[in-house]
């Protein structure tokens, strides 16, 4: 697509639940970011990938968060045993090359939602 | 600490009418800073980028101001409309070639009313 996809849109988990969440960059875009977004705040940095080398992962809230892109082009975010302040807007975004300047593609983001 | 602030947190005007949002920053070493609207339930859209030496830049009726030397950064947006309503984000890059840090603001929220 011409756009960053992700999916699902909406997930509602009971609490302790494991989630996996995935990210579809544009085709050809090197980096990847992962940010985390709570309720009328901005977003939050959570890890930085570029092509399949995880190169930042220090906004990681903690070891039950966990991120991948295997073969450089999709990624997943996994979260274990869900907690009910893991419930945020968790946005994808993707850029052409690690150059400073390149502009930051943004999906529209899975809400998530933890009972 | 690198930390980017807004102002006014949310702001209400008029179709039709001009408004300048406001971004301040401490963040070292700097890259760039960003400008973003974000429509609620999607994700933000990049409106302009600036570099050290650029001080002003526009695209369509949204012009960005920077000035590195107080560290302040504005938004104006011209005759605006009801599609103008969403938050606009200031983003600041700091890091060196390679490894880059994007730290955002936390918005302001913008409503236009007819």
């Known amino acids: 697509g011409a756009g960053v996809s992700q999916s699902p849109r909406y997930k509602v988990a009971k609490r302790g639940q494991d989630v996996a969440l995935r990210c579809d960059p544009i085709?050809?875009?090197?980096?990847l970011f992962w940010y985390q977004q709570a309720l009328g705040q901005g977003p939050e940095f959570l890890t930085y990938?570029?092509?399949?080398?995880?190169?930042?992962k220090s906004g990681l809230p903690s070891d039950r968060f966990f991120a991948e892109r295997p073969e450089g082009s999709v990624s997943t975010l996994k979260i274990q045993r869900t907690q009910q302040e893991d419930s945020a807007v968790y946005l994808c975004?993707?850029?052409?090359?690690?150059?400073?300047?390149?502009?930051?593609?943004f999906g529209d983001g899975t809400r998530l939602s933890i009972l | 600490k690198n930390q980017v602030e807004q102002s006014p947190q949310s702001l209400i005007i008029l179709e039709g009418k001009n408004c300048t949002l406001q971004?301040?920053?401490?963040?070292?070493?700097?890259?760039?800073l960003r400008w973003y609207k974000q429509d609620t339930g999607r994700g933000p859209v990049s409106l302009t980028i600036?570099?050290?030496?650029?001080n002003t830049k526009s695209n369509g009726r949204y012009t960005a101001t920077l000035d590195a030397d107080t560290k302040q950064s504005s938004l104006h947006i011209t005759a605006s409309q009801l599609s103008d309503s969403a938050s606009y984000i200031c983003?600041?890059?700091?890091?060196?070639?390679?490894?880059?840090?994007?730290?955002f603001g936390t918005g302001t929220r913008l409503k236009v009313l007819a």
């Open positions: 983003v600041v890059s700091a890091g060196t070639s390679g490894t880059y840090k994007y730290i």
């Open positions: 990938f570029q092509n399949e080398a995880q190169l930042d």
């Open positions: 975004a993707s850029s052409l090359s690690p150059i400073s300047n390149q502009p930051q593609h």
């Open positions: 971004c301040n920053y401490t963040v070292s070493p700097f890259s760039n």
């Open positions: 600036m570099t050290f030496s650029e």
């Open positions: 085709s050809g875009h090197v980096s």
